[in-house]
T-cell receptor, first 115, second 115 residues
Framework: AQTVTQSQPEMSVQEAETVTLSCTYD???????LFWYKQPPSRQMILVIR??????QNATENRFSVNFQKAAKSFSLKISDSQLGDTAMYFC????????????FGKGTSLLVTP | EAGVVQSPRYKIIEKKQPVAFWCNPI?????LYWYRQNLGQGPELLIR????????DSQLPKDRFSAERLKGVDSTLKIQPAELGDSAVYLC?????????????FGPGTRLTVL
């Protein structure tokens, strides 16, 4: 079974600062994909960033980047220059193979960005 | 392109009543998912469709839940009769292949409250 663990239930960061959200996962698969989704209070689950496990280079999307450590099974999300609109629940998710299988989600980290 | 559409956004019913949720996926997305998200948790898969075929319904409580995806486009998820424990957000997602990975895009969800 695949499991995803987010050890930080809540985090807070000041506007313009940098914050890192942690995620670890457990799998025996070699070909898999990792995602970070953002869920604001409006509930719409929005894709933030994704990483293919076979790629050594860490994914980057504007202010969002990941630190993917395959051997340690760690997949952290770094948000630079935090903005008030980044306030949301952040979910780490895992899927194995490249088919249309279901995502395995962690329990989420609630991020609050303060002025 | 238009996103995943779900209706209604909110539903309040009394226990033992029936309820139905509707989802219209992104055009051209063959795979459709229904997830249930309990308070403070990440989403968990209920059922996955490939076109009109349910290919993974192992987590669907079949005694009271049913789903259909006619013509491989819109989908309906039904609960009959509803129980107090069914209170949750029901998320619909659809996916397409982006390069080597299937990326899932979510609708805004339906928040169900069973009294």
């Amino acid at each position: 079974a695949q499991t995803v663990t987010q050890s930080q239930p809540e985090m807070s960061v000041q506007e313009a600062e940098t914050v890192t959200l942690s995620c670890t996962y457990d799998t025996s698969e070699n070909n898999y994909y990792l995602f970070w989704y953002k869920q604001p209070p409006s509930r719409q689950m929005i894709l933030v960033i994704r990483q293919e496990a076979y790629k050594q280079q860490n994914a980057t999307e504007n202010r969002f980047s990941v630190n993917f450590q395959k051997a340690a099974k760690s997949f952290s999300l770094k948000i630079s220059d935090s903005q008030l609109g980044d306030t949301a629940m952040y979910f780490c998710a895992f899927i194995y193979s490249n088919s249309g299988y279901a995502l395995n989600f962690g329990k989420g980290t609630s991020l609050l960005v303060t002025p | 392109e238009a996103g995943v559409v779900q209706s209604p956004r909110y539903k309040i019913i009394e226990k033992k009543q029936p309820v139905a949720f509707w989802c219209n996926p992104i055009s051209g997305h063959n795979t459709l998912y229904w997830y249930r998200q309990n308070l403070g948790q990440g989403p968990e898969l209920l059922i996955r469709y490939e076109n009109e075929e349910a290919v993974d319904d192992s987590q669907l409580p079949k005694d009271r839940f049913s789903a259909e995806r006619l013509k491989g486009v819109d989908s309906t998820l039904k609960i009959q009769p509803a129980e107090l424990g069914d209170s949750a957000v029901y998320l619909c997602a659809s996916s397409r292949r982006d390069g080597h990975v299937y990326t899932q895009y979510f609708g805004p969800g339906t928040r169900l409250t069973v009294l």
